[in-house]
C-alpha cells in the first residue's frame, strides 16, 4: 500500500511545518505562559481584569518603543538609548510645560527625540560609528543631560488634560495608552510592510551591498530609523510623564533591554532583513506578562533582573535560529 504522503512531499511538508512553528513560537509561548499564570495565580487576583489592563498599562511604552526599534533592527542597526532619551524626554516635556504650557511642552519632548536620533543617525551614518557604540554613549549623555537640567529632582505636570492624553486617562475601562499601542501598531505594519521606506529598511539590513546596487542610499534609510527610535522613545517619555504627572531622569531605565527583547521574541532578527511590528507588540506583552506574573508570584526586584536576562538570552537564541 503506498504512503499517500510521497518522499518529495515530504520534506516540503516538515519544512512547512517547521517554518510555521518557528513564525507563530511567539503566540504559543504567550498562551502557554498566560494559562501558566491563570491556573497558579488565579486565587491572586491574575485575571481580573484591573490586573489584565495594568498589563497593558504597564507595556504600553515598551510596545511604542518596540515598534520603532523593530525597524532599526530590520535595517541591521541597534539603538541602546531609548529608555535614557524617555527620561530626558519626560524631564524637558515637564519643563517646557512650566514655561510655554502644553503645546510648548509636547514640542519640547518631541524636539528632543528629534535632536538625539539626528546625532545618532549622523554618528552612525556620517562618520561612521558603530550604532552600538554611538547610541550607547548617547545613554549615558542623555541620562546625565536629564540628570543635571532636573537637579535630579522630579518636575511635575500639572496639566490634568496632558496627563489624561498622554496615558492618564481611560475611556470607560479601556486605557488610552491601548490605543496609543494599537496607533503605532498598525502605522508601523503598514510601513514596514505596504511602503517602499519598509522594503528598503528590510534589503538595507538583509543584504546593504546588493541593496547599494539596487540603488538604495542605505545611509539615509539607518539614518531615518534612529530617528524613528528617538522620536518614539521621546513619546513614550511623554506617556510616561502623562501617566505619572511628572518628569524624572529614571523614567525608561533599563528599558532598552526590553525594548530590544520584545522585538527579537516577536521575530525581528538582530542581524537584519527580517521584522515584524505585531510580533513585536506580542513580545512586549509577553515580559510584561511574565513580570506581572513574577511580581503576584511574590519574587524580589533582584529575581524579576535575572528572569528578564533569561528572556534576553531566550530572544538571541530564537533570532539565531530565524536566520
Known amino acids: 500500500m503506498s504512503n499517500p504522503v510521497s518522499d518529495e512531499a515530504r520534506p516540503t511538508l516538515l519544512g512547512w511545518i517547521q517554518s510555521s512553528w518557528r513564525q507563530n513560537i511567539i503566540y504559543l509561548g504567550f498562551i502557554i505562559i498566560f494559562m501558566f499564570f491563570a491556573i497558579t495565580l488565579g486565587d491572586k487576583g491574575f485575571l481580573s481584569s484591573i490586573n489584565l489592563l495594568n498589563i497593558i498599562r504597564q507595556t504600553a511604552m515598551i510596545s511604542v518603543m518596540a515598534v520603532a526599534m523593530t525597524f532599526v533592527l530590520a535595517a541591521g542597526e541597534i539603538d541602546l538609548s531609548v529608555g535614557a532619551v524617555a527620561g530626558l524626554a519626560s524631564v524637558t516635556t515637564a519643563m517646557g510645560m512650566d514655561i510655554g504650557g502644553v503645546p510648548f511642552g509636547i514640542f519640547a519632548g518631541l524636539s528632543t527625540g528629534l535632536l538625539v536620533g539626528m546625532l545618532n543617525g549622523l554618528l552612525s551614518t556620517k562618520i561612521g560609528i558603530p550604532s552600538f557604540l554611538t547610541t550607547l554613549a548617547m545613554m549615558g549623555i542623555a541620562k546625565g543631560v536629564a540628570m543635571w537640567i532636573s537637579s ?16 492618564g486617562g481611560s475611556i470607560g475601562p479601556i486605557p488610552v495608552l491601548l490605543f496609543w499601542t494599537l496607533s503605532f501598531c498598525v502605522v508601523g505594519q503598514l510601513v514596514l510592510k505596504r511602503t517602499t521606506f519598509g522594503r528598503f529598511v528590510l534589503s538595507s539590513g538583509g543584504n546593504e551591498t546588493a541593496a547599494r546596487y539596487s540603488g538604495i542610499n542605505t545611509s539615509a534609510i539607518k539614518f531615518r530609523v534612529l530617528v524613528m ?3 518614539a522613545a521621546a513619546v513614550a517619555g511623554m506617556l510616561y ?7 524624572r531622569f529614571q523614567l525608561g531605565e533599563g528599558d532598552e533591554l ?4 520584545a522585538a527579537v521574541l516577536g ?6 532583513g527580517k521584522g515584524t511590528v505585531i510580533g513585536s507588540i506580542m513580545g512586549a506583552l509577553m515580559i510584561g506578562l511574565i513580570n506581572n506574573g513574577l511580581i503576584l508570584m511574590g519574587l524580589e526586584f533582584s529575581q524579576q533582573l535575572i528572569a528578564r536576562g533569561g528572556i534576553i538570552i531566550l530572544a538571541v537564541a530564537i533570532s539565531q535560529n530565524r536566520k
Open 152 to 167: 535630579t529632582k522630579a518636575v511635575p505636570i500639572l496639566s490634568e488634560g496632558y496627563a489624561w492624553f498622554f496615558g
Open 229 to 231: 527610535t528617538s522620536m
Open 241 to 247: 510623564a502623562g501617566r505619572l504627572q511628572s518628569g
Open 258 to 261: 526590553s525594548v530590544i527583547a
Open 267 to 272: 521575530g525581528t532578527s538582530l542581524f537584519g
